[in-house]
Antibody, heavy 121, light 107 residues
Framework: EVQLVQSGAEVKKPGESLKISCKGSGYSFTSYWIGWVRQMPGKGLEWMGIIYPGDSDTRYSPSFQGQVTISADKSISTAYLQWSSLKASDTAMYYC??????????????WGQGTMVTVSS | DIQLTQSPSFLSASVGDRVTITCRASQGISSYLAWYQQKPGKAPKLLIYAASTLQSGVPSRFSGSGSGTEFTLTISSLQPEDFATYYCQQLNSYLLTFGGGTKVEIK
């Protein structure tokens, strides 16, 4: 079964760092892009960026460039989303997702269960 | 960036109604468009890809159409399990974007 399993909920203070994970299984992890999506409480979906684990080619949405870092460790089939200094406005649910076909331009049929990040003093 | 404008942002409908949601792109994206359904507390679920292709396992009452800059998602006969929020997504480049969403509620 193809699946993405994300790390558990996090509660952090402003200024702290954080790295959340998304582990792929049931498919060739290095052959498919992995994307990250933010959903703030009560709001819509926002595309953050995408990484190709095969060579770590990474593209960011302009809104998130410089605010987060997307990475991957292909040896353990895991993608990451990290912050160096969290803000209260980073409070959101974060999803990873995999496209249905190799390459760009394809819809995302497999989604992780989401990781809730709460940033509060 | 390519912007996607969904309308309406909210609609109230009854079981059995035909429902149409529109998604307009700020520039042409050919058929690089997908539709997702999201229920509270759940991850999005893919309904339609390539603008008009029904994802496996999705009921045939869902359909998509359009190309270029204007797209529609139609639910031919709304069922109780269809009350949710729907999003379009353009896939024309690495800078993927979502529409603002359409919440479908029970009248």
């Amino acid at each position: 079964e193809v699946q993405l399993v994300q790390s558990g909920a996090e509660v952090k203070k402003p200024g702290e760092s954080l790295k959340i994970s998304c582990k792929g299984s049931g498919y060739s992890f290095t052959s498919y892009w992995i994307g990250w999506v933010r959903q703030m409480p009560g709001k819509g979906l926002e595309w953050m960026g995408i990484i190709y684990p095969g060579d770590s080619d990474t593209r960011y949405s302009p809104s998130f460039q410089g605010q987060v870092t997307i990475s991957a460790d292909k040896s353990i089939s895991t993608a990451y989303l990290q912050w160096s200094s969290l803000k209260a406005s980073d409070t959101a649910m974060y999803y990873c997702a995999k496209p249905m076909v190799r390459g760009v331009g394809h819809a995302f049929d497999i989604w992780g269960q989401g990781t809730m990040v709460t940033v509060s003093s | 960036d390519i912007q996607l404008t969904q309308s309406p942002s909210f609609l109230s409908a009854s079981v059995g109604d035909r429902v149409t949601i529109t998604c307009r792109a700020s520039q042409g994206i050919s058929s690089y468009l997908a539709w997702y359904q999201q229920k509270p507390g759940k991850a999005p679920k893919l309904l339609i890809y390539a603008a008009s292709t029904l994802q496996s396992g999705v009921p045939s009452r869902f359909s998509g159409s359009g190309s270029g800059t204007e797209f529609t998602l139609t639910i031919s006969s709304l069922q109780p399990e269809d009350f949710a929020t729907y999003y379009c997504q353009q896939l024309n480049s690495y800078l993927l974007t979502f529409g603002g969403g359409t919440k479908v509620e029970i009248k």
